[in-house]
Structure formats: C-alpha cells, structure tokens
C-alpha cells in the first residue's frame, strides 16, 4: 500500500486497516511455520505497511494506539 492511499484515509479507516494488516501478518506466520507459504517476502512487505500505517497515526499526534487497537479487537470478537 502506498503513503498517498494512506494519507488519504481517516483516522478510523487507518486502525482498521492495521487491526487488518496484523491479523494478515499473524496468518503469514502461521504460513511460514507449515511451510505453505508461496511468497516469503509477503511477510516483509506486510510489516512494512503496518510501519507505514503506524508512522501516519503517530504524524497525527494519535495517542494510545496499542490500547485503541485492543478496544478494537475486543470489539470484533464480541460482535462474532
């Protein structure tokens, strides 16, 4: 995913998005344990875009992105 795609989301779109890319990243590592991973690079790639997201929520001066994070999933998880 690019910075200007980024950018261009809102706060909220952008926790999603990372709730999203570390689940991704979770599964990826799962992949690679079982040996059924195609692209190992994905794993690099997937990382890099959470840095990315990161680095936006922090230039917005966002706070407590760890905890907001964890509200979040709490929230998936109850709403299964």
């Known amino acids: 995913m690019k910075m200007e795609e980024l950018i261009s989301m809102k706060t909220d779109e952008?926790?999603?998005e990372l709730e999203r890319?570390?689940?991704h990243l979770f599964d990826l590592r799962a992949?690679?344990?079982t040996e059924k991973l195609e692209?190992?690079?994905q794993i690099v790639k997937?990382?890099?875009d959470i840095a990315r997201v990161?680095?936006?929520l922090r230039r917005r001066g966002e706070q407590n992105i760890e905890q907001r994070q964890a509200h979040l999933t709490a929230e998936?998880?109850?709403n299964r």
């Open 14 to 16: 952008l926790h999603n």
């Open 21 to 23: 890319l570390r689940r």
């Open 31 to 33: 992949q690679s344990v």
């Open 39 to 41: 692209d190992p690079h």
């Open 46 to 48: 997937t990382r890099r």
């Open 54 to 56: 990161l680095t936006i």
């Open 76 to 78: 998936a998880t109850r």
